[in-house]
């Protein structure tokens, strides 16, 4: 198997797992736990990464059948990166309220430009 599909695989597998361990704290801790308006912002931010952790195991998928595509690839590999930026960055304000600057927004347009690589690569395919 090729190196970037054990990785996101694994990534992928390691995202959705705190995601559901994240939305489980998020459901019961207490809200002395969130900043204001926090809770809320906790629970999209662990969507956001659960539905990119699927779509990194159905790039994985397709690299397998389609062979390692450096589009695709790439569009893989920067999609864990915005993952990993955006929800660390929104986490920080919900839980603690510090807002860490770009670090969520340059997640958010990493993952976009993603999105659209991915789309580059499949018609390139």
């Known amino acids: 198997m090729p190196t970037v599909v054990r990785f996101l695989l694994c990534f992928a597998a390691l995202a959705a797992f705190s995601a ?3 939305g489980a704290l998020t459901a019961h801790l207490p809200d002395r736990f969130f900043a204001e308006g926090g809770r809320d912002m906790a629970r999209q931010a ?10 990194m195991i159905g790039i994985a998928v397709l690299l397998i059948q389609q062979g390692c595509r450096a589009l695709i690839s790439l569009s893989g590999c920067l ?16 839980f603690w309220g510090v807002h860490p600057g770009p670090v969520a ?5 990493i993952l976009m430009g993603a999105w659209l690589l991915l789309a580059v690569g499949v018609m390139r395919a």
Do not use: D, E, K
């Open 20 to 22: 559901v361990m994240g």
């Open 46 to 55: 662990i969507q956001m990464q659960m539905w990119h952790a699927l779509a």
């Open 79 to 94: 999609m864990a990166v915005g993952t990993v930026l955006f929800s660390v960055g929104v986490a920080l304000t919900a």
């Open 105 to 109: 927004p340059t997640g958010g347009s």
